[in-house]
C-alpha cells in the first residue's frame, strides 16, 4: 500500500525558471512532511519540510506548500540551477515516528 | 556537522551467506531505521527500532532479517540467508522526535549489496 505517491517520475526544467514537484499521500494521520534530496549512490539528504499545521513552508529558493483537504503536497524551486538536478523524494511521518517515501521525481534542470 | 555513517559502503556476497550491515547513528539520536532501494525502484521502509526494541517492521523485513544495538552505538541489519532479491542499497537513518519537535530523519550513505 503506497500511503505516499509521486506520479511524475521525471521532470524537465530550463534553468532560471520555476521546477514545481508534487506529491500525493491517503494517511490523514501524517503530522509532518518533508524532501529528500538524492544524488546517485548517496543517502538522501533532507531539504525542507512542512508540519501539517501550516500550509507553506519557505526556504530560500525552496518552498513546500500543503494542501491537507486534498491530502497533496508540492515543492517548488525558484529559480531552478543545473545544480539542483537530483531525485527528488517526498516523505511524510506519522504519529509514530515513521517516515513513508513516494518513489522519486528525478529532476533534470538544463542549462 | 553530525552524520549517520555506514560501513561497508560495498558488500559482495554469494547467495545463501549471512551478511551484516553496520550503521553509526547520530549519537542522540533516539530512533533509527533501516531502508532499501533497489536499483530502480522507490526507497523502501524496513524496520524502524526505538528503547532498544523493534518499533514497526514492514512485509519486507521477514524472518531472515533481523536488526540490533549492539553496544550503545552500533545499529545493525543482518540477514541471515542472503537471496539474489537483496541485492539493493541500504540506508541507515537516525531521528531525534520529542513533543511538539519536528525534525527530520538523517541518512547514511548507503550500502550497496550485491548478492552473486
Known amino acids: 500500500d503506497q500511503q505516499v505517491k509521486q506520479n511524475s517520475p521525471s521532470l524537465s526544467v530550463q534553468e532560471g525558471r520555476i521546477s514545481i514537484l508534487n506529491c500525493d499521500y491517503t494517511n490523514s494521520m501524517f503530522d509532518y512532511f518533508l524532501w529528500y534530496k538524492k544524488y546517485p549512490a548517496e543517502g538522501p539528504t533532507f531539504l525542507i519540510s512542512?508540519?501539517?499545521?501550516?500550509d507553506k513552508n519557505e526556504d530560500g529558493r525552496f518552498t513546500v506548500f500543503l494542501n491537507k483537504s486534498a491530502k497533496h503536497l508540492s515543492l517548488h524551486i525558484v529559480p531552478s540551477q543545473p545544480g539542483d538536478s537530483a531525485v527528488y523524494f517526498c516523505?511524510?511521518?506519522?504519529?509514530?515516528?515513521?517516515?513513508?517515501f513516494g518513489t522519486g521525481t528525478s529532476l533534470t534542470v538544463i542549462p | 556537522e553530525p552524520e549517520v555513517t555506514q560501513t561497508p559502503s560495498h558488500q559482495v556476497t554469494q547467495m545463501g551467506q549471512e551478511v551484516i550491515l553496520r550503521c553509526v547513528p547520530i549519537s542522540n539520536h533516539l530512533y533509527f531505521y533501516w531502508y532499501r532501494q533497489i536499483l530502480g525502484q522507490k526507497v523502501e521502509f524496513l524496520v524502524s527500532f526505538y528503547n532498544n526494541e523493534i518499533s514497526e517492521k514492514s512485509e519486507i523485513f521477514d524472518d531472515q532479517f533481523s536488526v540490533e544495538r549492539p553496544d550503545g552505538s552500533n545499529f545493525t541489519l543482518k540477514i541471515r540467508s542472503t537471496k539474489l532479491e537483496d541485492s539493493a542499497m541500504y540506508f541507515c537513518?537516525?531521528?531525534?522526535?520529542?513533543?511538539?519537535?519536528?525534525?527530520?530523519?538523517?541518512f547514511g550513505q548507503g550500502t550497496r549489496l550485491t548478492v552473486v
Open positions: 537513518a537516525s531521528s531525534d522526535y520529542g513533543t511538539g519537535t519536528n525534525t527530520e530523519a538523517f
Open positions: 516523505a511524510a511521518r506519522n504519529t509514530g515516528n515513521q517516515f513513508y
Open positions: 512542512i508540519s501539517s499545521i501550516k
